[in-house]
């Protein structure tokens, strides 16, 4: 297992970056290695961002000094959602068994935690999340069909989307965590626009669903300094409080976001006014 450690960076400093500076603190440019659980530590709300790509042997979620208890989720819960073959995921001898595109809420106080692909030759490709926790709730699977599903957008705009609530209030309880996907329709590009700001907690965004050439064009920044990153496929995109996070893409993609912070209200953002942004 590998982890990289991200430190936080102030706006001011930000809108001094040159584009190699922001892919280096914002960018999470390879998150599926074969055989390696492949973490980043981010300082924006300690958060843990990373992939385990099991082949023929499983792979374990193993503690590290940054992460600073014997096991990883003493004080920690965690957030998975399988984005290649179908796979499995064991939590202290419970099996569950995640086909494309299902998620997992894994409960701080797991103490093992492994994973394993269906068919080394299709490897489960299984995106990871996690928050620090105080309070412990139940495992749980969720998949599409057990989110909650808002349907939005209009063709003329080009984002007709729906977005599944997964690890949500409303569907599954946790600590801190909240999870979800957005898959956008043939023909749609544009992801929340216009744009907004959550001060009260951070997110991060994973594209996926991309074909080799796509690209999608990110979003950040102060709304009146505004930045943006080319990210390619299984690429995410750590996103401060300060910063809004909004895209566009070549061709229509799916994204998981996932949020920690002070809140798990989905609707608590600023907007901001089109003619605010710079």
């Given amino acids: 297992m590998t982890i990289e450690v991200r430190q936080v960076c102030h706006p001011e400093a930000v809108s001094r970056f040159s584009t190699e500076e922001l892919r280096r603190h914002f960018l999470i440019e390879e998150l599926f290695v074969p055989g390696q659980v492949k973490l980043t530590y981010s300082h924006i709300d300690r958060l843990v961002v990373g992939g385990a790509t099991p082949g023929a042997e499983p792979l374990t979620l193993e503690s590290h000094k940054q992460i600073g208890s014997p096991n990883f989720l003493d004080r920690r819960e965690l957030g998975v959602v399988n984005l290649g073959g179908a796979g499995r995921v064991h939590t202290d001898g419970q099996v569950h068994e995640l086909a494309p595109r299902d998620a997992l809420y894994v409960a701080m106080g797991i103490r093992e935690v492994r994973f394993e692909s269906a068919e080394p030759e299709q490897p489960a490709k299984f995106y990871l999340i996690s928050t620090p926790a105080h309070a412990r709730f139940d495992t749980v699977k969720i998949g599409l069909d057990r989110a909650r599903r808002v349907d939005l957008g209009d063709a003329a705009n080009g984002n007709v989307r729906t977005i599944y609530q997964m690890i949500h209030p409303e569907v599954c309880r946790s600590a801190q965590l909240v999870l979800g996907m957005t898959q956008l329709k043939p023909g749609s590009m544009w992801n929340t626009m216009p744009a907004h700001v959550h001060d009260r907690r951070s997110e991060v965004y994973v594209y996926f669903d991309m074909k080799p050439d796509t690209r999608v064009f990110h979003f950040m920044g ?20 300060w910063s809004i996070h909004s895209g566009v893409g070549t061709s229509n993609y799916t994204f998981v976001w996932a949020m920690g ?18």
Avoid: C, W, Y
């Fill in 261 to 278: 912070g002070d809140n798990q209200d989905f609707t608590d953002m600023d907007m901001v006014p089109m003619d605010a942004l710079r």
């Fill in 222 to 241: 102060e709304p009146d300094e505004t930045k943006h990153l080319v990210v390619a496929n299984e690429q995410a995109i750590l996103s401060p409080g």
